[in-house]
């Protein structure tokens, strides 16, 4: 009866012990994660970049790292438990202005900071940065030359000028279209983008412009001068005057726009007659009109063709005839054509005075040939040839 209570008592005092040692009963308390992180902050360059947190906290705690800006993304500890580190990358911040965001680990939140861009400074090109148009008009285009994020808008400065396509940024292009010019007058506006101007020029309607010349013939004498001839037209409407021979020229009124005068100057004239014109031309179906310059000249003759002598010193006369072409040029007295007479050859001696005008004689002196051979030279007054020949010793 004793060692049946006995062995009861071993068996409930094994079960209090086992009872009192258990430490993972349901009444053992919790334990409290506490969550520390470092940095609190990091701060970023607009260009953006990476970035971790070290998350201390006991083994068993787990924790979640979320943000809600969509410029900063989780890359590795988005959910773990215990210590651990959180890595975020920081996309580039296109804007001028600073940003700041947070990601949340726990119950500890983490600050980003972020710089904005420099501003960058635009300079802007066109090419062409002119254009020139008939009064048709028509569509074209130029281009706009800049960096990639500078902005730009193409705006007309004028109702005649449509900008059809004309914004963006960067390297672009600007169309536009210019209309029908209807007046006479040419006319000039602009196109601007951003701090440059396109320039765009362009005609009248010149097919409305009426022309007349005067005078439109000139008999001028022998003697160099000026001959002045008038274009009466409307203003803005334009012309040109060009002299088609070598001995007229235009010093004044070569071109001009409206009415204007026109100036033809031409030098003496002692050979043939001549005649040339200025062409006086404009932009219409009826072309234009010539201005006719025919100046006077002169006819000549010799009284002797020719002339032989021994090989000693000799001298020789011929007579030099002369008359205007017309003759009314000449005068009365037919004195008017002015000649000289040259030698070709040394050894012939002209000894009459030069130059002379009208009807005169020419003298001349032949030297001794000291040589052998016959020897021939030519005196020339004008168109005429006069033949000097000489015999040898």
Known sequence: MR???????????????????CGGGPDEPTPVCSIAIAPGSLAFGS????????????????????????????????????????????????????RSGKVTIGDQTHTVTQQGRVPTVCRYELSPDTSTWGNDGGSRTFDVITSSDCAWTATSNASWITVNSGQGSGNGSVAYTVA??????????????????????????????????GPVDFSPCMPGGNAVASVTTQASCPWTATPDASWLSVPTGSSGT?????????????????????????????AGQNIRVAQAGCMYGVSRSSFTFTSSANSGT?????????????????????????????????????????DNPVSFTVAANGGTAAREGRITVRDKVVVVSQAGQ
């Open 180 to 213: 029908r010019n209807t007046e006479i007058v040419d006319r000039s506006n602009t196109i601007t983008v951003a701090d440059r101007t396109f320039i765009v020029r362009q005609g009248g309607d010149t097919s409305a412009c009426q022309y007349s010349v």
């Open 258 to 286: 409206g009415s204007g005068v026109i100036t033809i100057t031409f030098p003496d004239n002692y050979d043939a007659p001549r005649q040339g014109i200025v062409k006086v031309r404009w932009p219409t179906p009826t």
């Open 318 to 358: 011929f007579d030099v005839l002369q008359q205007s072409d017309p003759i009314v040029c000449g005068g009365a007295t037919q004195d008017r054509c002015v000649w000289t007479a040259q030698s070709d050859v040394s050894w012939i001696t002209i000894t009459s005075s030069m130059p002379r005008a009208g």
């Open 47 to 98: 260009d953006g970049g990476n970035g971790s947190v070290a998350v201390t906290t006991p083994a068993d705690c787990p924790w979640t790292a979320t943000t809600g800006d969509s410029w900063i993304t989780v890359t590795a500890g988005a959910n773990r438990s215990g210590p651990g580190t959180l890595a975020y990358t920081v996309g580039a911040n296109a804007s001028t202005g600073a």
């Open 3 to 21: 060692a049946r209570v006995l062995r009861a008592m071993v068996v409930v005092g094994i079960v209090y012990v086992a009872g009192a040692g």
